[in-house]
């Protein structure tokens, strides 16, 4: 299976920072890569697929790049509503896996 | 709108079975590959598997830790997934989620979730 690496594991930002998060494959996935949020008690909400376009109705603050191996989030301009664990998947080959996950907390 | 809901969910003791429901509206279900999807109290998400739609044969794939002990299953008539879970173990219990999955692309929708304790 292919290994997903994730980093950080978690950070702390304040309303407007500009936050960045990496997700690292395994082996190359090209660009079947997707990223979710989660709010805890919830199910996970797609954000971005094929790791750079952005799901219907997700705000434009949100951005997705990267091929291949490596890939970034990037949220341009925190919102009190983001704070959240953010997850990465592949989507290149059976069985789809997860990172471990970046949670985003209040500073 | 889309709307997927899971149930089904509660206590069971370890060996024994549970069946999760999937009910899904506001698409043409049949159009639609389903895909089941766990996460453990306090960890990360893990897929569980996923049934094609019957355009594509309607077949099954499995994750490595349930092949063997689960079975998905479809009645598009009754626009409906199933996950049948036999001979629990104490670390099968999550939440478990179901989704809608386009040919080559990731999940886009969820449900809310049924939680699964497999415990004595």
């Known amino acids: 299976a292919i290994r997903m690496t994730q980093s950080p594991s978690s950070l702390s930002a304040s309303t407007g920072d500009r936050v960045t998060i990496t997700c690292r494959a395994s082996q190359g996935i090209s660009s079947y890569l997707a990223w979710y949020q989660q709010k805890p008690g919830k199910a996970p909400k797609l954000l971005i697929y094929?790791?750079?376009t952005l799901q219907s109705g997700v705000p434009s603050r949100f951005s997705g790049s990267g091929s291949g191996t490596d890939f970034t989030l990037t949220i341009s301009c925190l919102q009190s509503e983001d704070f959240a664990t953010y997850y990465c998947?592949?989507?290149?080959?059976?069985?789809?896996?997860f990172g471990q996950g970046t949670k985003v907390e209040i500073k | 709108e889309v709307q997927l809901v899971e149930s089904g969910g509660g206590l069971v003791q370890p060996g024994r079975s549970l069946r999760l429901s999937c009910t899904a509206s506001?698409?043409?279900?049949?159009?639609?590959?389903m895909s089941w999807f766990r996460q453990a109290p306090g960890k990360g998400l893990e897929w569980v598997g996923f049934i094609r739609s019957k355009a594509y044969g309607g077949t099954t794939e499995y994750a490595a830790s349930v092949k063997g002990r689960f079975t998905i299953s479809r009645d598009d008539s009754k626009s409906i997934a199933y996950l049948q879970m036999n001979s629990l173990k104490t670390e099968d219990t999550a939440v478990y989620y179901c989704?809608?999955?386009?040919?080559?692309?990731?999940?886009?929708?969820w449900g809310q979730g049924t939680l699964v304790t497999v415990s004595s």
């Open positions: 506001g698409f043409t279900f049949g159009d639609y590959a």
């Open positions: 989704t809608r999955v386009s040919d080559g692309d990731p999940p886009d929708y």
């Open positions: 094929a790791a750079s």
């Open positions: 998947q592949q989507y290149y080959s059976y069985p789809p896996t």
